[in-house]
C-alpha cells in the first residue's frame, strides 16, 4: 500500500492481518513525519476494526 491507496482502503473488508499491517504502516509514516489526515483516519478506522473484532472474539 501507498499513500495513494489510502483513501480506497476497506477496513471492513480487510483480513485482520492485513489491518495491522495498516496500523503499522500508519505509525511508521507518523515516525517519519509522512503522514496526513487520510492516513491519520485510516490509522482510527483499521485500531477500530480491528478492537471489534477482538472484542467480538472475546479477546
Known amino acids: 500500500m501507498d499513500r495513494f491507496q489510502v483513501a480506497s482502503f476497506d477496513e471492513t473488508k480487510a483480513p485482520s492481518g492485513k ?4 496500523i503499522a504502516l500508519c505509525v511508521c509514516w507518523e515516525q517519519q513525519a509522512l503522514d496526513d489526515r487520510p492516513s491519520r483516519a485510516l490509522k482510527m478506522r483499521a485500531v477500530a476494526e480491528l478492537d471489534k473484532r477482538l472484542s467480538q472474539e472475546g479477546r
Not at 489491518?19 to 495498516?22: F, I, K, N
Open 19 to 22: 489491518l495491522v499491517e495498516v
